[in-house]
Each structure stands twice: as structure tokens, then as C-alpha cells.
């Protein structure tokens, strides 16, 4: 009994550990909550989530978008990231390859149809 009050409980020992990402800022504001938990109940969680497993997907996303931004930053132009940067670093992963392609092709239809509809609308 009295070492479990010497001890610090599991959640004191989570807050103190936390990650570079929040350390020293306490609780950082959550950028995707909203749309993970959306996602993750698309691909089959409860409609609500736990909130703490929203939490551990996000540091995880922001984790991984972290790591490819200062990967894309050192490879091309020095300092700067360009789409052509991100594509050859996931280019040997195929669905990721893959679904950047479909993603970059859909932005440039979909500026193609907001170029069309602008020159049909004010261009006569």
C-alpha cells in the first residue's frame, strides 16, 4: 500500500512524459480531431470515438506529416517543399503513390471546370 503512493500514478506519468510536439506548451490544440473521428467512423469505429484514441491517431498524423515535411525540405530545393518533393518520396509506396496521383489529377479537372465556368460566366 505505501509503495503505490510513492509511485506516480500512470497518468501523472503520461502527462510528464508527453512528445517535442507539446512539451512545455501543455495541451496543444487539436488540429484533425474532427475529421479523424469522421474517418475513423467511416471505417467502422463508433460514431463517437474514445477521445484518447482520436489523440493517439493524431499525434500519429502529425507525426508522419512532420517527418515527410522536413524529408520534402531536404531533398529539391533546399528549404522549400514542392508537390514534386512529396511524390518522390512515397513513390515506392504503391497506394500512397497511387491515391496522390488521383488526388493531384482531381485538383487539376477541378481547376480546368473552375476555369471553364469563370470564362463562360464573366468572359463573353
Known sequence: MAEEEDDPGFDEELDDGGNGADSGQGKRK?????????????????????????????????????????????????????????????????????RVKDLLTMNEELKKARKAFDEANYGS
Open 30 to 98: 487539436r488540429l484533425f480531431s474532427k475529421e479523424l473521428r469522421c474517418m475513423m467512423y467511416g471505417f467502422g469505429d463508433d460514431q463517437n470515438p474514445y477521445t484518447e484514441s482520436v489523440d493517439i491517431l493524431e499525434d500519429l498524423v502529425i507525426e508522419f506529416i512532420t517527418e515527410m515535411t522536413h524529408k520534402a525540405m531536404s531533398i529539391g530545393r533546399q528549404g522549400r517543399v514542392q508537390v514534386e518533393d512529396i511524390v518522390f518520396l512515397i513513390r515506392k509506396d504503391p497506394r500512397k503513390f497511387a
